[in-house]
């Protein structure tokens, strides 16, 4: 009976997610920014009965209640997904299905991510100055065509992955990736908004994008998102950063990846990782006085091994589990990262080859029904 009364209160604060304002709130997600380049390359998704989905509606089916889709400046070189347009078709996909959305600025062409934060061409060679007034123009833009076809989001991210800041730029092959020097670490030449060699820059960037998303829309949720959740040093120091240099935010969003955190080095094993990460979130909520969320987690697909794709349902559940019972009610949500992907192109999806759900997605159904 104790555990009835358990998981019957957990399951009521994510009911809360839909609607209610005046009680807890939590959020189970998904980032899909990659839906209607699929569509286009003509991949399907399918419900675990093998009846074709469009794929916002299946995650909707398999339990979430919230998306988070990316924004890139100019991509017209990558096919033009992720710009304003194809950003709001799939916003306006999750409105209809009453999903709440976030919004993940990159201010890159293309990808941002703590190896490479590459200014897009258009604002190459401004001064700081023109750079901030290029940063806000853009969220301003991207935000009011928003607004002005209904879609009004409930978090944005200023900047993805700015552990080591945004807006500085590095050597690239010809693919966009970055080359890296002899000691494995990417060649930085433009350093502009980089959180060591200009930290004040950094935070200067930040505050003005957290200006421009009040602007349109004041009652967003603005987001300062790092990776490596486990990994408190980064945080304090990171967060140090804008907060001496003045730039406020309303919550901060982490990164939780405990495949890549062994791969990298950084812990031994998952447990440890996620241990880390929920202590983390407590320190966080803590220390910088606001709500914390999971924007980006991800675990491995096997086919092939049934009981890989079982632990990764396992560390799923644990991860939402842990984020509602053990973080002071200070975690608001979980998202997956593009849990649509089929193994042959991203590893950590949760789908398999032929488009349906793996047991992974099984974790948000549990927590949310």
Known sequence: MKNYFKFAALAFVIAFASGCKNE???????????????????????NQNGEERECTALMKELGLN????????????HGNWCNKEDLLEKCLRAKALDMAIMVDFHYSDWWADPGKQNIPAAWSGHSYEQMKEDLAA??????????NNGIEPKWIQVGNETRNGFLWSVKSNKFGWPE?????????????GHVDLNPQQYAGFFATGYEACKKVFPDAIVMVHLDNGFDKDLYDYNLGVLKAG?????????????YWAMEGGFRDDAETTITDCIENIRHVSEKFGCDVMIVETGFLVDESRPEVLEEGRRQLARV?????????????????????????????????????????????KDWSE
Not at 181 to 192: A, K, L, R, W
Not at 350 to 364: H, K, L, Q, S, W
Request: glycine share 8%; aromatic share 14%.
């Open 24 to 46: 807890p709130e939590f959020w189970l997600g998904a980032d899909l920014g990659w839906i209607t380049e699929y569509e286009h390359r003509g991949l399907k998704f399918y």
């Open 66 to 77: 919230a998306v988070r889709h990316r924004v890139w400046v100019d991509p017209s070189a």
């Open 138 to 147: 853009h969220t301003i833009e991207v935000l009011t065509y928003l607004k």
């Open 180 to 192: 890296l020097d002899e000691n494995g670490n990417p060649t930085i030449i433009e350093s502009m």
């Open 246 to 258: 003045g730039a406020k935010w309303d919550m901060i969003g982490m990164s939780l990846y405990p």
């Open 320 to 364: 939402i589990r842990e984020s509602i019972e053990q973080t002071n009610g200070r975690c608001k949500g979980v998202f997956y990262w593009e849990p649509e992907c089929r193994p042959s192109q991203y590893k950590l999806g949760a789908f398999t080859e032929d488009g349906r759900p793996t047991v992974i997605m099984d974790a948000f």
